[in-house]
């Protein structure tokens, strides 16, 4: 590429630093096509890249000039990161809003998330590690001026009291600070993924619930009094009182999902499990399992034959003509929506509301045939199955159905 000078000067480029250009390679997206996470990840990346290169090629003539720049978008990200978790927060109802103007106090953003009770203890403890990073700028630039200029506003040095940094201490630093940046934003995306699902409570989010689960054990051996023990590590372990212990007990107990977890099944909502045995028998039948190390292959008009075609279509036109038969509309979408919430990975809790609204399409539709033969045609149907029966709160039926089918696998 010609001097940029030289192409300031020719007219060809009229905007140094925003004019597009055709560059497949280097155009990076901002504004419009950005994201907020690029500002916080950006600042906290280029501190790292920027203190791994000065090291890594013993840049000794540049250390006092670059260490300014590593220290504030080490702070800067940081800064970023507070605010973007707080509102994250906010709109899951996790959290409130800080009062007053918007600043670049971080020990403030920082004070006020770690002063309330975050119902998830992931976040909280994450909160926690950020203390000694949050101190340490709050101690020598406490609105983010310090770092990006030689004077303050009333004419006196910036760091006055400071004269010297180590730069493989500050390398170290924001390798950890990043870490647990890192975690802390995959925490709250992973609260946003989970609000759908309702299961939380004031004090405890659904993770939270999965664990004090785990730690109370089956629900027939609440009246034992090993329960106590297990109860009260439980609320020591998440810092509940007894009522809010309750509150998460009954939040276990009202989710599909989590209820497996205390050995207590949900009913489907209109299938039985005769019904559905019955159906994957005959879906067996017509797709008969392959050894479990037969290795995917690619599938072209030179591989088959057209007899082999014309008997896959007979024997699935005789499976959706059967299941049509054996299953009402209502029992159709209840085995659809439990085969994508397995297939997708939802929430079980999801089950009733994806459930009606495929009953809905459901009864909608002119040509049922098509739509039995969409999700019996599917090859992952015994494995979407079996895992949404595990979702929705029916694990023992889940793990009947995967039985059936390993137990008419081929041997090796």
């Known amino acids: 590429m010609p001097e940029m000078g030289d192409l300031l000067r020719a007219g060809s480029v009229t905007d140094p630093f925003f004019e597009v250009l055709n560059d497949g390679d280097w155009n990076a997206c901002i504004g419009k096509q950005g994201d907020e996470i690029n500002y916080v990840e950006g600042y906290l990346q280029a501190a790292q890249l920027l203190v791994d290169t000065l090291l890594e090629k013993e840049m000794f003539g540049s250390r006092d000039t670059l260490a300014m720049p590593i220290l504030f978008n080490a702070r800067h990200g940081l800064e970023l990161a507070l605010k973007y978790v707080l509102r994250e927060l906010v709109a899951l109802g996790m959290a ?24 998830d203890r992931a976040c909280r403890e994450q909160l926690a590690e950020l203390k000694p990073f949050v101190e340490s700028f709050m101690k020598q630039d406490i609105d983010g001026q310090e770092l990006r200029y030689f004077e303050h506003r009333d004419g006196k040095q910036s760091l006055g009291e400071q004269a010297v940094v180590n730069l493989p201490l500050i390398q170290a630093s924001v390798r ?22 309702g299961t939380k409570t004031a004090e405890c989010s659904r993770s939270d619930l999965i664990a004090i689960a785990r730690i109370v054990g089956p629900k027939p051996s609440w009246t034992e009094e090993a329960f106590l023990e297990r109860k009260a590590d439980a609320m020591a372990q998440f810092g509940l009182s007894s009522k809010s212990f309750s509150k998460a007990l009954d939040a276990i107990k009202a989710s599909r999902e989590l209820k497996n977890l205390i050995e207590v099944e949900s009913d489907l909502l209109h299938l039985s499990e005769a019904k559905i045995l019955e159906i994957v028998a005959l879906w067996l039948d017509a797709n008969p ?17 057209f007899d082999d075609v014309m008997r896959y ?14 299953l009402t509309v209502e029992e159709f979408a209840d085995l659809q929506t439990i085969f994508y919430v397995g297939r997708d990975q939802r929430f079980g809790e999801e089950y009733p509301r994806l459930l009606e609204t495929t009953l809905e399409a459901h009864r909608l539709a002119k040509e049922r045939y098509a739509l039995f033969h969409h999700i019996l045609s599917k090859k992952n149907f015994i494995d979407g199955l079996a895992a949404g029966l595990r979702c929705i709160g029916q694990p023992a039926l889940g793990k009947k159905v995967a039985q059936m089918r390993d137990a008419l696998r081929p041997s090796e």
Do not use: C, F
Not at 105 to 114: E, I, M, T
Not at 177 to 197: F, K, N, T
Not at 291 to 301: C, G, K, L, M, Q
């Open 313 to 326: 279509g007979d024997k699935m036109s005789t499976l959706n003509k059967a299941v049509m038969e054996q």
């Open 96 to 119: 409130r809003t800080r009062e007053g103007p918007i600043d670049h106090d971080l020990h403030a953003y920082w004070v006020h998330l770690s002063e309330q009770r975050i119902g």
């Open 176 to 197: 950890e600070l990043r870490d647990i940046l890192d975690r802390l934003m995959e925490r709250v995306a992973r609260l946003g993924q989970e609000h759908v699902s």
């Open 289 to 305: 399992p392959k050894p479990a190390s037969t290795p995917p292959r690619v599938v072209n008009a030179a591989s088959i034959s």
